[in-house]
């Protein structure tokens, strides 16, 4: 059963960094192209970047590019995103999902999406 579990996320200061983790289980890890995905407060969800199998292509939006770094760990069948220079806007809820851009409906109980975790940025 696949299972997607992200942690780190929490309260930030502006111009601070997080480092958001996505445990996974229930699939081969390796084989799979993974992506971060962010729903701001009241807004709809926003693709954030993605990473290949291997880890040797990753894909940004723009609001995230020079900022933010997607990479895994296929030993440990982890997914990460460092935040660097966190803004205001950045504030939303932060999922791992094994969709790529363009990204689905995300429904209650679909596997391919984590619970999410917060990230909220405020002085």
């Known amino acids: 059963q696949l299972q997607l579990v992200e942690s780190g996320g929490g309260l930030v200061q502006p111009g601070g960094s997080l480092n958001l983790s996505c445990s996974t289980s229930?699939?081969?890890?390796?084989?799979?192209?993974i992506s971060w995905a962010r729903q701001p407060p009241g807004k709809g969800m926003e693709y954030v970047a993605g990473?290949?199998?291997?880890?040797?292509?990753?894909l940004y939006e723009d609001s995230a590019k020079g900022r933010f770094m997607i990479s895994r760990d296929n030993a440990k069948n982890t997914l990460y995103l460092q935040m660097n220079k966190i803004q205001s806007d950045d504030t939303a809820m932060y999922f791992c999902?094994?969709?790529?851009?363009?990204?689905?409906?995300?429904?209650?109980?679909?596997?391919?999406w984590g619970q999410g975790t917060q990230v909220t940025v405020s002085a």
């Open positions: 990473i290949s199998s291997s880890g040797h292509f990753t």
């Open positions: 999902t094994t969709n790529w851009r363009p990204l689905p409906p995300r429904s209650e109980g679909d596997a391919s």
């Open positions: 229930g699939l081969t890890f390796r084989n799979e192209p």
